[in-house]
């Protein structure tokens, strides 16, 4: 079964579920043919077009989808915007019903589109518990067994199994009874939903009210480009090798230059550093209506290794530097030294002890 | 006597077109100001079916509460963690 209408899925009846269950849970359901061709490449094109709001998506099967809109995309101001903008976008071009949920996990968000009166229900931070409360247990994502205990106990709701201590369901139903208490609480998973597309190059352009000329007005425009730019790549996770700038100038000419970074970055000052020193050997022709950003040749950036265990004497020196920014991250430092391991792996990671103070 | 922790508390509401204008509880009458959400749960409960239709609302003295009405008997009550 491909997918299912709103009131077999309040059922139980979930999409790729074999017909056979299905019948079992709702023994009135009408089959339709399933085109499964058709099906599947309007599906493509439906995901291509939320790929307009957000790249953050995980779909879940063909009819459902879940969204990261942990920090608004776009022009955004609530996720109640963002929902009826996805709305709007699939019924005016797709001509299909949609329901969308926002809640703080992909549980409470699908959930929430089930209940969706008007299309959208979004579920505010405090309201978790209450909107959980009255679920049945039928919904839980949990194994059989653990929901015929629950059904045994008396338990028929999300809200009496949330009564309890995490204490006392993990006594119970042992790791079940962790995830059977996030759950009831609205503190269900959270991981973060990765980018579906890769992504080579990202812009960012700014129109300015007037023509900007000096030095000072250059930086301050391009420090707002790229404070824009830097939340995006570190949104995605990315670095840049490559930034590319384009300035549209008042008598209708052109100045663009690229510049090649030594390490892939996502820090703005760095930029912003690099740019300005190649201005400061440049005289633009006039002053500079419109500017655009283009960070290229992107990368996964993990943050910045430094080069600690290339020798004994850089080891001690770069824990030294590296030690200022640890008590700044974590209030005290968090190593008190690092010890020389003699196991002969060629793994750095393995070649020292670190010890806690 | 007490009621079970997992009894829902009744309460009374006027309501206009379905939709919930005054709410007494507490003995204390109090003016909806606007209906700032709306769900509907179909469920069942160990073979019991539940439809509820809730309504978290907001009051003319600033304070919220959620309330449901029990679709198949038309009874209100008030939203708490366990029911």
């Known amino acids: 079964m491909l997918d299912c209408s709103e009131d077999l899925a309040q059922r139980g009846v979930v999409s790729l579920m074999p017909l056979k269950e299905a019948y079992h849970l709702c023994c009135d359901a009408v089959p339709v043919l399933a085109r499964r061709r058709e099906y599947a490449l309007l599906w493509e094109e439906v995901l291509s077009s939320i790929a307009a709001i957000t790249l953050r998506m995980e779909p879940k099967e063909a009819g459902t989808v879940f969204l990261d809109i942990t920090r608004l995309p776009g022009m955004y101001k609530s996720e109640e915007q963002v929902a009826s903008a996805l709305e709007r976008t699939i019924s005016d071009r797709f001509h299909l019903h949609v329901k969308a949920g926002v809640g703080n996990s992909r549980f409470m968000a699908f959930e929430a589109a089930l209940c969706a009166v008007n299309g959208v229900l979004v579920i505010p931070s405090g309201m978790e518990k209450t909107f959980l409360s009255p679920l049945g247990i039928a919904r839980l994502p949990v194994a059989d067994d653990v929901r015929q205990r629950l059904r045994l106990l008396g338990l028929n709701s999300l809200g009496q199994i949330g009564a309890f201590t995490l204490g006392a369901l993990t006594s119970q139903f042992g790791a079940a009874g962790k995830e059977l208490w996030e759950i009831s609480n609205g503190v269900g998973e959270r991981g973060r939903i990765p980018c579906a597309f890769s992504i080579t190059d990202i812009d960012r352009e700014l129109v300015c009210d007037e023509p900007v000329s000096s030095r000072q007005e250059i930086k301050a425009a391009l420090l707002e480009l790229l404070y824009g730019l830097c939340l995006e790549l570190e949104e995605l996770g990315k670095a840049c090798r490559t930034i590319k700038i384009v300035f549209d100038l008042q008598n209708r000419t052109f100045f663009e230059k690229q510049f090649f970074m030594h390490a892939p970055t996502s820090h703005k000052e760095e930029m912003l550093r690099r740019i300005m020193a190649a201005l400061e050997r440049v005289e633009l022709t006039s002053p500079i209506r419109i500017m655009s950003i283009r960070a290229g040749a992107l990368v996964n950036y993990g943050g910045r290794q430094e080069k600690l265990f290339r020798s004994r004497t850089g080891l001690e020196k770069g824990m030294k530097d590296v030690s200022g920014f640890l008590k700044t991250k974590y209030g005290a430092m968090p190593l008190a030294r690092a010890v020389r391991n003699d196991s002969g792996t060629l793994l750095p990671d393995d070649r020292f002890i670190f010890v806690e103070p | ?83």
Do not use: C, H
């Open chain 2, 1 to 83: 006597m007490k009621a079970s922790p997992f009894e829902p508390e009744r309460i009374e509401v006027t309501a206009v077109n379905d939709l919930p204008v005054w709410v007494t509880f507490k003995k204390k009458r109090q003016k909806v100001r606007q209906i700032v959400n709306l769900w509907r749960v179909d469920d069942t409960w160990w073979q019991k079916p539940v439809a509820r239709m809730y309504y978290a609302l907001e009051f003319e003295s600033g304070s919220r509460i959620t309330v449901f009405q029990d679709l198949p008997g038309g009874a209100w009550y008030r939203q708490n963690w366990t029911v």
